[in-house]
């Protein structure tokens, strides 16, 4: 998957961009679930070339959001 469709996603889910370091954008978002509680989480995104499929499930499971927000 490219970066920026990643990023398009995140975006849309309530993620911001807090900063960047080099070619890696770091996300903040606010996830909340069933309950209603909410929790902070931080995603990183390397903006350059393809998201290996290992790292794309990482930031599936950091991201909070589940597989199927990232399923085209």
Known sequence: MKPQTVLKILKD???EAVRQSGSHI???GEIEDEHNNSSLR????ANHGEIPVGTLRDIVNRSGLGRNAFTQ
């Not at 931080?42 to 995104?45: K, L, M, N, Q, S």
Request: glycine share 10%; charged share 10%; net charge positive.
């Open 42 to 45: 931080i995603v990183v995104v």
């Open 13 to 15: 889910n309530g993620f």
């Open 26 to 28: 770091i996300l903040k």
